[in-house]
């Protein structure tokens, strides 16, 4: 303001609170002085919501933008792009003890259901497959995102040993899908953990790689048998 020689009014963000700011320039040509008024309007700030064809408060706004950029709204999985920091904040910070593990996972024949069973099937497979990894993940104190087309990342912060289990759930929910389901659902997964034999922090790109080689042994795995589940039957 004192730069332009003019009024300025913004917003700006503390917390979950909004404060409006006019900022009032005042002085002589050898000193120039700022005068700054202060509000919270938090609970007193609208925005027109067309949707509605109502109002919504500013930080409820903000939320719904955060959430946007955080989530994609069709499957309510993080990003890739927040995903990505997420896993730096984890390498970063982790404190040498707890067995944090990424699994890397991939919806198999997945462009096959786009092709035979067109693309809103698709969509009814990826919503489903992005709620089966969302409550895994969150019974688990972890979090899912999805990184590619038909392909899924899960951080599970301290499975204690018990991955086997959260594999085994996972498997579970699958098979329940598959019951009633137009599609027969296969998900190849690999996993990682970010401490190394020797109790070593693992790089980010080793950690991701190990992941990811996992999961394409697991989906070699389960084609081989499907193969032979085939050639049994003939």
């Not at 990003?79 to 919806?107: F, H, M, N």
């Not at 489903?128 to 019974?139: D, I, N, P």
Request: proline letters at 2%.
């Amino acid at each position: 303001a004192v730069r332009e020689g003019r009024q300025v009014v913004k917003l700006e963000t503390l917390g979950r609170s909004i404060f409006l700011i006019v900022t009032i320039p005042f002085g002589g040509s050898d000193r120039k002085f700022a005068l700054e008024f202060i509000k919270n309007v938090t609970d007193d700030l609208m925005v027109a919501d067309i949707e509605t064809d109502g109002n919504v408060t500013a930080v409820d706004l903000v939320d719904r933008i955060n959430e946007l950029t955080v989530r994609h709204p069709s499957t309510g999985l993080l990003r890739k792009e927040y995903a990505e920091r997420e896993l730096g904040k984890l390498v970063a910070q982790w404190d040498g003890t707890s067995p944090t593990t990424l699994c890397i996972l991939d919806i198999d024949r997945f462009k096959q259901v786009n092709d035979e069973h067109g693309h809103l099937v698709g969509d009814e497979v990826l919503a489903r497959v992005s709620q089966l990894l969302l409550e895994s993940a969150e019974h688990g104190g972890g979090w899912a995102s999805r990184i590619g087309g038909d392909e899924f990342a899960v951080i599970l912060p301290d499975p204690a040993g018990d991955e086997r289990a959260w594999n085994e759930q996972l498997d579970q929910a699958i098979r329940q899908y598959n019951q009633d389901s137009r599609f027969w659902l296969s998900i190849a997964r690999g996993s990682s953990y970010l401490r190394d034999e020797a109790g070593d922090i693992k790089r980010m790109s080793d950690w991701k790689y190990e992941a990811d080689q996992a999961m394409y042994r697991h989906k070699k795995q389960q084609r081989s048998r499907r193969q032979g589940s085939a050639r049994a039957a003939v």
